[in-house]
């Protein structure tokens, strides 16, 4: 069974600084989807980034990016130039592509707050 | 273009009552899920529907049904609440457009929290 692993319960950042938050994740797929999702306080679930494991090239979202690393499973997420509005919940959530799986599995989350 | 709703925003229960939380998407999306946030533990799967019609269980599916009332709707019923199923809920779709190889997204409703007294 997959599983995901975000290891960072809680992360502090200065605003306008870079900060990375860290997931790992177990899969005997080799095919699969990664994803990002910001939680802010409102509850809402926002998707930030995307990657596909068949693609090489790390994805980029604006001031999000990611660093995807097939071979050790791991899946971070960078922040550049933090902002206010960057403070929220993060989740990595993992997708396969086995015919029949729809499911995501998800990380616990890591608390990001963002220092004025 | 709502996305995907859920009604209610918010509910009290005594143990032993039942409710349905209701899910509604506008998306033409094919696939439909239900979670639960529990403080420390993500999210996690209780029910998903690939496709109209068909229901199937997710991670923790004890202690409740499913509905997929048609493409749109999703409900979500709570036969005999108990303390330990106090909770946030949320509703998800994708549109699933097919193959094995799909770059589709859940987009989530804005959640149901739930007390359990």
């Known amino acids: 069974a997959q599983t995901v692993t975000q290891s960072q319960p809680e992360m502090s950042v200065q605003e306008a600084e870079t900060v990375t938050l860290s997931c790992t994740y177990d899969t005997s797929e080799s095919d699969y989807y990664l994803f990002w999702y910001k939680q802010p306080p409102s509850r809402q679930m926002i998707l930030v980034i995307r990657q596909e494991a068949y693609k090489q090239q790390n994805a980029t979202e604006n001031r999000f990016s990611v660093n995807f690393q097939k071979a050790a499973k791991s899946f971070s997420l960078k922040i550049s130039d933090s902002q206010l509005g960057d403070a929220a919940m993060y989740f990595c959530?993992?997708?396969?592509?086995?015919?029949?799986?729809?499911?995501?599995?998800f990380g616990t989350g890591t608390r990001l707050k963002v220092l004025a | 273009n709502a996305g995907v709703t859920q009604t209610p925003k918010f509910q009290v229960l005594k143990t032993g009552q039942s409710m349905t939380l209701q899910c509604a998407q506008d998306m033409n999306h094919n696939s439909m899920y239900w979670y639960r946030q529990d403080p420390g533990m993500g999210l996690r799967l209780i029910y998903y529907?690939?496709?109209?019609?068909?229901?199937d269980k997710g991670e923790v599916p004890n202690g409740y049904n499913v509905s997929r009332l048609n493409k749109r709707e999703f409900s979500l019923r709570l036969e005999s609440a108990a303390p330990s199923q106090t909770s946030v809920y949320f509703c998800a779709s994708m549109r699933l457009a097919g193959g094995f190889i799909s770059t589709d997204t859940q987009y989530f409703g804005p959640g149901t929290r739930l007390t359990v007294l």
């Open positions: 959530a993992y997708r396969g592509t086995t015919s029949g799986t729809y499911k995501y599995i």
């Open positions: 529907s690939a496709s109209e019609g068909t229901t």
